[in-house]
């Protein structure tokens, strides 16, 4: 049976760049306390849930989602399934997800896949819980998922989890330049302790609470790119180009090709370059494209999940 006939809700919702990351010191439950800035960035996932019976998922779209799960630790599938169980709804609901976030990137695309299936399967299936009612289930399925659903700029700390919305003007211009190494984030942590743990004569003991610096939250108030390029900073930038050397030189071709500043996003592989304007943007993008890396141009802020009118 074909899927004519049956109601489907289709919603988008961004990925995100960190702007600013901090990494507190590793507690004794093994996480560390974070402090960072995200912004939602013009490049989105969108999620079309259909009415079903059972939970199922799909993904089409230009990145290769073959080695992705489709069971239950897909995360999609548990938000839909979360939303249900809260809710006492019944039904399933058929997902497919048309990817264009990087898989394993630090841009929060899963994420994003679980923030448009919450929107998506609270209108579908008339649960009305609505973007505050989901804003606690988006929290126990992930750090990112909260601000998939909100958007915009906010800084988060606690485990990245606890949000605050930033005052933002203006839009900024980014290059995304794309890896083919996804890094696992587990992973680039556990570098970045053994990193402190080897150099901390020279870093000293690192706090137990981190918070965003003032520096960065005024560029981002007053829209100012110069001043946002020099108060950029990714604590798991060390980590990430200790267990993927390449992005370095990723890192200076950018830079030297007219970026005011690169990061690794997140915990990377993909690096994000802030410049002044779309012409520079596009530009960046060709020079990257030309040295054989994959880049998009995207701006950010940009809101949160969204139902796309059909």
């Given at each position: 049976?074909?899927?004519?006939?049956?109601?489907?809700?289709?919603?988008?919702?961004?990925?995100?760049?960190?702007?600013?990351?901090?990494?507190?010191?590793?507690q004794e439950d093994g996480y560390h306390d974070v402090?960072?800035?995200?912004?939602a960035v013009s490049l989105f996932e969108e999620v079309?849930?259909?009415?079903?019976?059972?939970?199922?998922?799909?993904?089409?779209?230009?990145?290769?989602?073959?080695?992705?799960?489709?069971?239950?630790?897909?995360?999609?599938?548990?938000?839909?399934?979360?939303?249900?169980?809260?809710?006492?709804?019944?039904?399933?609901?058929?997902?497919?997800?048309?990817?264009?976030?990087?898989?394993?990137?630090?841009?929060?695309?899963?994420?994003?896949?679980?923030?448009?299936?919450?929107?998506?399967?609270?209108?579908?299936?008339?649960?009305?819980?609505?973007?505050?009612?989901?804003?606690?289930?988006?929290?126990?399925?992930?750090?990112?998922?909260?601000?998939?659903?909100?958007?915009?700029?906010?800084?988060?700390?606690?485990?990245?989890?606890?949000?605050?919305?930033?005052?933002?003007?203006?839009?900024?211009?980014?290059?995304?330049?794309?890896?083919?190494?996804?890094?696992?984030?587990?992973?680039?942590?556990?570098?970045?302790?053994?990193?402190?743990?080897?150099?901390?004569?020279?870093?000293?003991?690192?706090?137990?609470?981190?918070?965003?610096?003032?520096?960065?939250?005024?560029?981002?108030?007053?829209?100012?790119?110069?001043?946002?390029?020099?108060?950029?900073?990714?604590?798991?930038?060390?980590?990430?180009?200790?267990?993927?050397?390449?992005?370095?030189?990723?890192?200076?071709?950018?830079?030297?090709?007219?970026?005011?500043?690169?990061?690794?996003?997140?915990?990377?592989?993909?690096?994000?370059?802030?410049?002044?304007?779309?012409?520079?943007?596009?530009?960046?993008?060709?020079?990257?494209?030309?040295?054989?890396?994959?880049?998009?141009?995207?701006?950010?802020?940009?809101?949160?999940?969204?139902?796309?009118?059909?």
């Amino acid at each position: 049976m074909g899927t004519r006939g049956l109601r489907s809700i289709t919603v988008r919702a961004p990925g995100k760049v960190n702007v600013f990351f901090r990494v507190g010191a590793i507690q004794e439950d093994g996480y560390h306390d974070v402090a960072s800035l995200y912004q939602a960035v013009s490049l989105f996932e969108e999620v079309t849930a259909t009415e079903a019976d059972g939970f199922s998922v799909r993904f089409s779209g230009p990145i290769d989602a073959s080695g992705l799960p489709v069971d239950d630790s897909n995360l999609a599938v548990a938000a839909a399934k979360l939303l249900a169980e809260r809710t006492g709804y019944a039904g399933g609901v058929a997902l497919t997800v048309l990817k264009r976030v990087p898989i394993a990137g630090g841009m929060g695309g899963g994420s994003a896949d679980a923030a448009a299936t919450l929107v998506a399967c609270d209108e579908l299936w008339g649960t009305g819980l609505g973007r505050s009612g989901l804003l606690p289930l988006a929290a126990e399925l992930g750090a990112d998922v909260p601000f998939a659903l909100e958007g915009g700029t906010a800084v988060g700390t606690g485990r990245g989890d606890e949000l605050s919305p930033a005052l933002a003007k203006g839009a900024f211009h980014w290059v995304l330049a794309l890896s083919d190494t996804g890094l696992n984030t587990p992973v680039v942590y556990r570098a970045l302790d053994r990193h402190r743990d080897e150099h901390v004569v020279d870093l000293g003991r690192q706090p137990d609470l981190v918070k965003v610096d003032t520096a960065v939250l005024q560029a981002v108030r007053v829209g100012d790119a110069d001043s946002l390029a020099e108060a950029m900073h990714n604590d798991l930038q060390v980590a990430a180009l200790k267990l993927a050397p390449e992005l370095t030189e990723l890192l200076e071709l950018g830079e030297s090709r007219g970026a005011l500043a690169g990061i690794v996003s997140g915990s990377g592989p993909t690096v994000a370059f802030l410049v002044d304007s779309a012409q520079s943007a596009a530009e960046l993008r060709s020079a990257l494209t030309r040295g054989g890396v994959q880049a998009l141009t995207v701006t950010g802020p940009v809101p949160g999940a969204r139902v796309l009118e059909g």
